[in-house]
């Protein structure tokens, strides 16, 4: 079986979209995460913006997790998996709910493929694309327990804030699908973007900070390779968890 020739190219943002909150990079596969591409792809994964990624739906159009997982449990959003070992070991430590896992790096998507492989996790699914897009056409509202967003993409230079994830444009749209009481979990190891979040979420009045400030990383949560690298550069990681009241 080979790749397929468009399920994982970017489209080029056409005038009057919204900006893309992720740069598409392209790197080499190694073999072993061709081969996860090449066969565990059409069991795990499916493809935001290629129209023949084969998906489940409901009548409405709309993203039928029932089906995509084979069974009916609360749902968490993992935006920008990166190269899947968090998502992997907390899907593992979590079994009760299904992991919906979405990156826009080809390299992570496989390599996280590997990772469920391995462990034989049955409770995580894979989406190629932008996250932003796959919650605006196909979740429904209230559809998610949790939405994670971890190390996103920080964008440094002033003139590039506008394409930051978390915003509040963004956070209306996340929390529109989560259900009320669910949570939303942002970590970064960018200070001033930590700060930012903080301010965001605060000011949305449909949240409401579980702690004073920044909360101590969660157990839950754990260390990746890219956090340690951080840590050892000497980088302070924040974590926020706020929970959607109304």
């Known amino acids: 079986m080979s790749l397929p020739s468009d399920a994982f190219r970017h489209l080029a943002s056409r005038p009057h979209e919204p900006l893309r909150t992720f740069h598409p990079r392209r790197s080499p596969l190694s073999q072993e995460r061709e081969d996860a591409l090449r066969h565990l792809w059409p069991r795990y994964g499916f493809s935001v913006h290629d129209a ?33 070992e968090t998502t992997a070991a907390m899907a593992a ?11 826009a790096h080809l390299p992570g998507v496989a390599n996280l493929l590997v990772l469920v492989d391995r462990a034989g996790l049955t409770n995580v699914r894979i989406a190629h694309g932008d996250a932003l897009d796959l919650v605006r056409t196909s979740l429904p509202e209230q559809s998610l327990d949790a ?33 009320v009481g669910g949570t939303l979990h942002c970590a970064t190891d960018w200070v001033d973007y930590a700060d930012a979040m903080l301010e965001v979420l605060t000011a949305d009045p449909s949240l409401e900070n579980t702690v004073d400030g920044f909360v101590p990383r969660p157990p839950h949560r754990p260390v990746t390779k890219f956090e340690r690298r951080g840590l050892d550069l000497g980088h302070e990681v924040r974590d926020l968890v706020f929970r959607r009241v109304r």
Do not use: C, N
């Open 52 to 84: 023949g990624s084969p998906v489940p739906q409901l009548p409405d159009g709309s993203l039928d997790t029932v089906a995509l997982f084979g069974r009916s449990a609360p749902v968490v959003l993992e935006i920008g998996s990166g190269m899947g």
């Open 93 to 103: 430590a979590d079994p009760s709910r299904d992991y919906l896992a979405v990156e």
């Open 147 to 179: 939405v994670h967003v971890f190390f996103p993409d920080p964008w440094p230079k002033a003139k590039h804030h506008k394409r930051r994830l978390v915003q509040p444009a963004h956070i209306g749209l996340l929390l529109s699908r989560l259900r």
